[in-house]
């Protein structure tokens, strides 16, 4: 079976190619039904690889990766000293990204067919969303850094255009160039680093750099580093370049839940965690890692409090969650932090299905605050977004709370204490934004207007049924990740453990469950206490929002209006380039080098005007040209040949 | 037997005739039978070498530049007598129309 592994990418290329040039002759069911399938086979045969590797021992009798094959598809470039193969790379990391990201993708297409049932431009809608899973799937089993900046930028594409797929909405594209523009200065670090990398090593395939990232200097595996962390900032939405992912929120709402919370965001994370022996032979990058990821997962826990917007506040836990992800690769808990990638995954489309599900009852309204009551009218869609909610928020049990957990102990153990207080507190916001979002919208009085009222409907059950089993792997995901001192095994820890087995932290720390028990009953309080202020505030005491509100105002604008991080950028980056860029086009473009190709072609002008005169149209003329020419070339021979001799 | 000189002398004699002709006359007919007699002095050079050489090359060349001839006068006359039926005249200087 492991042959077969690149029918995984031939499925959805089919799919593209398919939509792409016929969709547009094809009835919308047909479409639906091309794209989903193209998925879903692919899942199959990720399904039917996975199971066949873990058929395969773990450790070659060299005491290699038995898991891992490498399958060339072609010479891609060949050109002297540099060589690049395109080549599929199949390891545990690989094949755990793939089948998360063609798992989910299958749900969501199901989920599109109906949610995106009344759109214009269906087919091409479901074309860009099977050529971002291609080259999702490009990015995660591409065999060297080429071809993983192939799919990066591919996805990135994917991104801008689904972002932007109600075009005509000016918010709409705006939010799309913006990702854009926002993800471009992070692939710009990683087109550095890659670079930087071919530099120092001589060779862009995985399994020449990572042998020998310990080989080259600190300072050098730092700049590297921080290089391709820049491009996974960008990408995963982390400080400094988080800004584009609230407003990727304008994109329909099974893209938000496909590509800017289960999978595209977490290519940054792969990245790091692919990486890592890169991280780990610099003193300081793994450093950086963890800080950012801290910083960000706080800030952006902070900024999803006060949201009212269904969907941004769901984007803010995007980008709070990914932080943690980062602090699990920064704190050297590889595992860790590619199980809360799985696990976010399910529970984060999960809540992004609910909202849009909650968009189509309510014909688009996404205000949390002009909601309420949805409980009795929407029962599934209640019952599916409350699982969303516990398991993002941590409570025991769920997938959130194990996913979590290991991050944490995994911060505590490297020894990173503040960023360890720092995300435990996080914890308590989370729950709280989370129990928010739950209680505003489904609890309480109906606050819509009387028409919306009436017209308020449970989904069909083509949305349920994805936002059901989003739900089963949101509760269920979190047991492939037991915590050590259960004793059943962490099945996700060992089964990636051959490639994190030469890092840092790999050998299984000494016996602590007292720790890890401490550990997890001060997060739990900590969800406890989110819990609880978000019951008392808006269930019990409706109405003391609004009134802490007004006793802390300034408070309440500076986050509510996201520090005002976009104002900055806008003075601080964009003003000065439009400046830059108006000198550019009338001082640069328009004066110098427009008038200097002007003046030049004047010239030619005025030296035809002046030379045409010769063209007489006089046969004999021409004649007597020709034999005053062979005359002088034949005297200038003769001239030649005597002076040689 | 003649010495080769003579021919070249009177190779080069028929090309100053032809080069003239070309140079003066102002009828296209005249100025193509001009022409020929130009590459046929030419010829006679050539062929002369190739006697004196022993050279067959020569000669070969010459037959290529008689094919090369009939085919320019084929082209050449065409156009003259296209002219002709057109401004009932051959005069070369009053085909000028191309000129600025």
């Given at each position: 079976m492991l042959d077969y592994v690149w029918l995984i990418l031939l499925f959805p290329l089919a799919g593209v190619l398919i939509n792409a040039l016929l969709g547009r002759w094809l009835d919308r069911r047909v479409v639906a039904t091309i794209a989903s399938l193209a998925v879903g086979a692919s899942f199959v045969v990720a399904l039917l690889v996975f199971f066949a590797m873990l058929g395969l021992p773990a450790e070659t009798e060299a005491g290699g990766n038995g898991r891992e094959r490498i399958m060339p598809i072609f010479s891609w470039i060949v050109a002297g000293e540099f060589e690049v193969e395109a080549a599929i790379l199949l390891d545990q990391l690989s094949i755990l990204m793939a089948l998360v990201v063609t798992g989910v993708s299958t749900l969501l297409h199901i989920y599109s067919a109906a949610y995106m049932h009344g759109e214009e431009y269906y087919n091409r809608y479901f074309t860009w969303l099977n050529l971002f899973v291609l080259m999702m799937l490009i990015l995660v089993l591409g065999n060297n850094f080429l071809v993983m900046y192939v799919g990066w930028e591919g996805v990135g594409l994917c991104s801008y255009l689904l972002i932007g797929y109600w075009f005509e909405k000016k918010s709409a594209a705006d939010a799309g160039k913006k990702a854009f523009i926002v993800n471009r200065v992070g692939d710009f670090g990683f087109a550095l680093g890659i670079m930087l990398i071919f530099a120092s090593f001589g060779s862009l395939a995985f399994k020449d750099v990572f042998p020998a990232?310990?080989?080259?200097?600190p300072g050098t595996a730092t700049a590297i580093a921080l290089l391709l962390f820049l491009g996974a900032a960008g990408k995963s939405a982390q400080i400094p370049l988080y800004v584009w992912l609230p407003d990727a929120m304008e994109g329909p709402t099974p893209v938000s839940a496909l590509i800017h919370a289960a999978t595209m965001v977490t290519a940054g994370v792969y990245m790091v965690a692919r990486c890592h022996t890169i991280f780990e032979a610099s003193p300081s990058a793994l450093n950086w890692v963890i800080w950012i990821g801290v910083l960000t997962a706080f800030f952006a826990a902070t900024m999803a409090?006060?949201?009212?917007?269904f969907k941004r506040i769901l984007a803010y836990s995007t980008i709070s969650q990914l932080g943690y992800m980062f602090v699990g690769m920064g704190a050297g808990a590889y595992a860790a932090g590619m199980f809360h990638l799985t696990t976010h995954a399910f529970f984060k489309a999960l809540l992004f299905l609910c909202a849009g599900s909650v968009m189509h009852a309510l014909s688009g309204e996404l205000d949390i605050f002009k909601m309420g009551g949805l409980r009795r009218k929407m029962p599934w869609t209640f019952a599916t977004l409350l699982v969303g909610v516990l398991a993002l928020s941590g409570v025991?049990?769920?997938a959130g709370f194990f996913s979590k957990d290991e991050i944490l102990l995994g911060a505590y153990e490297s020894g990173a204490l503040i960023p360890w207080i720092l995300g435990t507190l996080t914890a308590a916001l989370t729950a709280f934004y989370a129990f928010r979002l739950l209680f505003v919208a489904?609890?309480?009085?109906?606050?819509?207007?009387k028409r919306t009222q009436r017209q308020l409907h449970e989904s069909p059950p083509v949305m349920l049924v994805p936002m059901v089993i989003l739900a089963v792997l949101a509760v269920l995901g979190g047991y492939i990740g037991l915590p050590r001192f259960v004793g059943l095994g962490n099945a996700i820890d060992e089964f990636l453990h051959p490639i994190f087995a030469g890092s840092l932290h790999a050998a299984p720390a000494a016996d602590h469950t007292a720790l890890e028990i401490t550990l997890m009953a001060v997060s739990t309080l900590a969800v406890a206490a989110g819990f609880v202020a978000a019951y008392w505030i808006y269930v019990r005491n409706w109405g003391m929002g609004e009134r802490m509100t007004r006793s802390a105002q300034w408070l309440y604008d500076i986050v509510y209006n996201k520090y005002y991080v976009d104002e900055a950028y806008t003075e601080v980056i964009v003003k000065p380039l439009r400046i830059l860029g108006d000198f550019m086009t009338e001082a640069v473009e328009e004066r110098s080098i427009d008038r200097a190709v002007n003046g030049l072609a004047r010239l030619v002008g005025l030296a035809g005007e002046g030379l045409r005169r010769l063209q007489t149209g006089l046969v004999r003329n021409y004649a007597l040209a020709m034999f005053i020419g062979i005359v002088a070339v034949m005297i200038y021979f003769v001239i030649r040949s005597i002076w040689a001799l | 037997m003649v010495p080769p000189s003579f021919y070249l002398i009177l190779s080069a004699i028929l090309f100053a005739l032809g080069a003239a002709g070309v140079l003066i006359r102002r009828n296209a007919l005249v100025m193509f039978m001009s022409v020929e007699m130009m590459l046929n002095a030419v010829n006679l050079t050539l062929i002369t070498y190739s006697r004196l050489l022993d050279n067959i090359e020569g000669q070969v060349f010459v037959l290529l530049v008689m094919a090369v001839a009939a085919a320019e006068v084929a082209v050449g006359l065409a156009i003259v007598v296209a002219y002709h039926r057109h401004k009932d005249s051959a005069d070369v200087d009053e085909m000028d129309l191309l000129k600025w």
């Open positions: 990232a310990s080989t080259v200097l409090l006060v949201q009212k917007d025991p049990l769920l489904f609890y309480g009085k109906p606050r819509m207007d | -």
